[in-house]
């Protein structure tokens, strides 16, 4: 009797979106990029993110009917992005990097009927958070009566910025090892988890 596999997680996003941007790189296709934040169903502590590529229209045919738009659909020609994001995680893996999250799950796929470029490509890409809270969230905060945006970083002790300087950079020692190039080398893609004094 074959065995059963169990079915995957259920995650459903808290926010909106956290980044998101549309390339036009040189070489066709245009495509582009959001970053989900979500939380596991079955374990809502355990947060991923999800970072969803998928080719969109052309400048200008993007109120075209999905017929006209689907004549752009390519599953080939994929830009490097999604590709080399899941080379990253994997090569971050075998290496054994413990200052990243892991890869959990990725998929590609042609879009649907109702979506951007019907037929066209699209990959998933869904990586752990890791614990703490990122380096560059800003709050608003009420100074002298107005108010002012304060980076979390910022509003730390001057110890414990340079305890987050020195292991920033030896967890960009173990990355670099792991031959992944980092394209974000700034606070946005820092977590501090302060319970542990970890970033």
């Not at 075998?94 to 490509?121: C, I």
Request: aromatic share 12%; proline share 8%; net charge negative.
């Amino acid at each position: 009797m074959p065995r059963s596999e169990a079915p995957p997680p259920v995650w459903f996003h808290e926010r909106q979106w956290v980044a998101r941007e549309i390339r036009f790189p040189d070489n066709p296709p245009p495509f582009g990029a959001v970053e989900f934040l979500c939380q596991s169903v079955e374990s809502p502590s355990t947060q991923a993110y999800l970072t969803v590529y998928l080719q969109v229209p052309y400048l200008e045919t993007q109120t075209e009917p999905a017929y006209l738009r689907a004549e752009q659909a390519t599953l080939e020609n994929l830009p490097r992005d999604p590709a080399e994001e899941a080379e990253a995680w994997r090569r971050l893996k075998a290496n054994n990097v413990t200052a990243t999250g892991r890869l959990l799950s990725r998929k590609q796929e042609a879009q649907g009927d109702d979506d951007p470029v019907p037929d066209g490509w699209s990959v998933y890409l869904l990586a752990s958070k890791v614990p703490g809270t990122r380096l560059a969230e800003e709050s608003s905060v009420l100074k002298d009566g107005m108010f002012v945006t304060e980076v979390y970083f910022w509003t730390l002790d001057r110890e414990t910025r340079d305890l987050i300087r020195h292991q920033f950079a030896s967890a960009h020692q173990s990355i670099y090892k792991a031959q992944v190039c980092l394209e974000r080398q700034d606070l946005w893609s820092l977590y501090w988890d302060e319970a542990n004094k970890k970033v």
